[in-house]
């Protein structure tokens, strides 16, 4: 694998992170927080975001998917791991790594909001790409907007590799 360049360096993600969580904790005072970490993409992100939050809060992660280890959303999002927290009547901030076709952050949204009744449902992404996007999804918080290009690093990974990578790269268009 062969990456082309580096698009987001640690330092800037770093200083971007930081700047969300100010704004998170300045938007979430008085409520009843939880930081919804859609796997595996987001752990990395989650955990820096987290701390960046000063504000008590709950933690949970979910796993849903829409990709495999495809380059491109099969269109059919599934949602292979629920939440162990009560969520009703909470403000739930899905945390992912990048928002691509919108289809899976699209679906989490009405999920969350009518099966589990959150009080609200929001959206934290590091990267929000609209190169791909077919659903009619914003992010409510997004670290950086990236036009094109298949990323990795920082949580993003081409089937299940790469996410360990502390910046965030492109790969060359003939790898994946």
Not at 11 to 22: D, H, S, W, Y
Not at 32 to 42: K, M, S
Request: aromatic share 8%.
């Amino acid at each position: 694998m062969k990456f082309a360049r580096t698009v987001l360096g640690r330092e800037e993600i770093a200083e971007r992170v930081q700047a969300l969580g100010r704004q998170i904790t300045a938007d979430y005072q008085g409520k009843q927080l939880v930081l919804l970490g859609i796997l595996n993409g987001a752990f990395i992100f989650l955990a820096d975001l987290a701390r960046a939050i000063a504000l008590d809060m709950e933690i949970d992660f979910i796993q849903a998917a829409s990709y495999g280890d495809a380059t491109e959303s099969s269109g059919s999002v599934v949602l292979r791991k629920e939440p162990e927290l009560h969520l009703a009547g909470k403000d739930i901030l899905l945390v992912e790594d990048i928002i691509d076709s919108g289809l899976t952050v699209a679906w989490l949204r009405n999920y969350f909001a009518t099966k589990h009744q959150a009080a609200s449902v929001k959206v934290c992404t590091l990267i929000d790409k609209q190169e791909r996007r077919v659903a009619n999804v914003q992010a409510d918080y997004a670290g950086f907007s990236i036009a094109r290009g298949f990323l990795v690093g920082y949580g993003l990974d081409y089937a299940q590799k790469h996410r360990n990578l502390p910046d965030v790269c492109e790969l060359e268009a003939s790898c994946p």
